[in-house]
Every structure is written in structure tokens, then in C-alpha cells.
């Protein structure tokens, strides 16, 4: 990976960190945001889908919707650190030959990457720079569903991104924070031909799931 945004996220989605966030997967389940995006793709019906869950993590999307009825998933991401951490633990709990691991940028790896019939953006449009290139890409996979999490355009939100920034500037580490207009992001999935279902807002954060008429 050549960007020094994909370098940043080897960095700081390390080892130390993907262990953290594993821990504490296990100990209280998924993340208040990303439940919610998980009981909208449900309630939309994911029984025998196929799912492309881009940027990961620890595996938590992945691993409750195959729990759930999912048939197959495949996981795009840029930290080597989140895919073996998500690898373990699919194997642990018996998913381990139903989910096909990228990593990478998956901007640059889409050409190759199958279509599903869901697509998950779990917090990860605000880790990468180019929004339209991202959410174009991936919106072009989604065959029935397409769901994110990503931060709420708002002056909270944006004070909150800029502390990180700073804090990560002071690291030198090459990683930013990005909060992307919440039109333009509606704008790039509308060109797709996605059409929004559900929108709830969870702290700082946003959930989102369009469906492909």
C-alpha cells in the first residue's frame, strides 16, 4: 500500500490495539453504533447473503451477521494487525472457512473484489481521503444492501477530529480523521442507484443503510 493514509493505519490499528478491541468485543459485544447497524441489516433480511465488510476490524460485523444467517463474507482491510485478530477469532467461534480475507487498500483492490449482496462501512469512510473514491467503489458491489457507520456532520464532531489530529500530527503519524458532508456521501450512493432506508444517529455517529431497488 503506497498511500501514507493506508501506512498510518498499520500503525495505529496495531497488534496492542486489535487485541484491545477484541477483548473487548468478547466481554460486551459490538459497539453501541455498530449494534444499531447490525439490527437494521437484520431487520432488512440477511438470511443466506453474501457480505463484503470493508475495513473490518476485529471481525464484529462479519462474525454477528453469519451468526445471524449470513452465508459467506469477505474482509477488506488495510491493518495486517485487525485481519489476524479477525481470522482468530472467526475460527474460534467455527466461521473460520466462511469468511475470505483481503488486505489492502480497497480502493485500489476493488477491480478484484467480488460484489455481495451486503456491503459494511463500519466507521472507516472517516479513515480514508478520498470519500468519493471509497464510497463510489463499494457502492458498486452492493447488490441489495449497502449499511455505514461515519461520523455526524457536526461542529462536535469536527472539534473531536481535530483533537485527533493533532494528537496523531504530534506522533507523526501520517493518519488523519476525516468528517465528510453527510450530502455528499447520500450524493455519491444516490449516483449508484442506492436509495436511503434507515438513518439514526448514535453520539457522534451517524448509521445509515440504503437498499438497490
Same mark, same amino acid.
Given at each position: 500500500?503506497? /498511500?501514507? $493514509?493506508? $501506512?498510518?493505519?498499520?500503525? *495505529?490499528?496495531? !497488534?496492542?490495539?486489535?487485541?484491545?478491541?477484541?477483548?473487548?468485543? !468478547?466481554?460486551?459485544? %459490538?459497539?453501541? =453504533?455498530?449494534?444499531?447497524?447490525?439490527?437494521?441489516?437484520?431487520?432488512?433480511?440477511?438470511?443466506?447473503?453474501?457480505?463484503? #465488510?470493508?475495513?473490518?476490524?476485529?471481525?464484529?460485523? $462479519?462474525?454477528?451477521?453469519?451468526?445471524?444467517?449470513?452465508? =459467506?463474507?469477505?474482509?477488506?482491510?488495510?491493518?495486517?494487525?485487525?485481519?489476524?485478530?479477525?481470522?482468530?477469532?472467526?475460527?474460534?467461534?467455527?466461521?473460520?472457512?466462511?469468511?475470505?480475507? $483481503?488486505?489492502?487498500?480497497? @480502493?485500489?483492490?476493488?477491480?478484484?473484489?467480488? %460484489?455481495?449482496?451486503?456491503?459494511?462501512?463500519?466507521?472507516?469512510?472517516? /479513515?480514508?481521503?478520498?470519500? &468519493?473514491?471509497?464510497?463510489?467503489?463499494?457502492?458498486?458491489?452492493?447488490?441489495?444492501?449497502?449499511? *455505514?457507520?461515519?461520523?455526524?456532520?457536526?461542529?462536535?464532531?469536527?472539534?473531536?477530529?481535530?483533537?485527533?489530529?493533532?494528537?496523531?500530527?504530534?506522533? &507523526?503519524? %501520517?493518519?488523519?480523521?476525516?468528517?465528510?458532508?453527510? %450530502?455528499? @456521501?447520500?450524493?455519491?450512493? &444516490? #449516483?449508484?442507484?442506492?436509495?436511503?432506508?434507515?438513518?439514526?444517529? =448514535?453520539? @457522534?455517529?451517524? @448509521?445509515?443503510?440504503?437498499?438497490?431497488?
Amino acid at each position: 500500500m503506497d /498511500c501514507c $493514509q493506508c $501506512q498510518g493505519i498499520e500503525g *495505529l490499528f496495531n !497488534q496492542r490495539e486489535a487485541a484491545r478491541r477484541l477483548k473487548a468485543f !468478547q466481554r460486551k459485544g %459490538p459497539q453501541t =453504533s455498530t449494534r444499531v447497524l447490525l439490527d437494521a441489516l437484520r431487520a432488512a433480511g440477511i438470511e443466506g447473503a453474501t457480505l463484503l #465488510d470493508i475495513g473490518g476490524g476485529i471481525g464484529a460485523i $462479519q462474525l454477528e451477521l453469519l451468526g445471524a444467517g449470513a452465508s =459467506s463474507a469477505t474482509d477488506v482491510d488495510a491493518s495486517t494487525a485487525y485481519i489476524s485478530a479477525a481470522r482468530d477469532e472467526a475460527a474460534r467461534r467455527g466461521f473460520g472457512d466462511r469468511v475470505t480475507y $483481503q488486505h489492502g487498500n480497497f @480502493v485500489e483492490l476493488a477491480p478484484a473484489v467480488a %460484489p455481495a449482496d451486503v456491503v459494511t462501512l463500519d466507521r472507516v469512510i472517516c /479513515c480514508y481521503h478520498d470519500m &468519493r473514491g471509497l464510497v463510489g467503489a463499494s457502492a458498486a458491489k452492493a447488490r441489495r444492501l449497502y449499511g *455505514l457507520v461515519y461520523p455526524r456532520d457536526s461542529w462536535l464532531a469536527r472539534v473531536i477530529g481535530s483533537g485527533i489530529n493533532l494528537t496523531l500530527q504530534i506522533q &507523526r503519524n %501520517p493518519f488523519r480523521f476525516f468528517i465528510h458532508r453527510t %450530502p455528499d @456521501v447520500d450524493s455519491v450512493l &444516490r #449516483d449508484a442507484g442506492l436509495r436511503r432506508s434507515f438513518l439514526r444517529t =448514535s453520539g @457522534v455517529w451517524q @448509521v445509515a443503510v440504503y437498499v438497490r431497488p
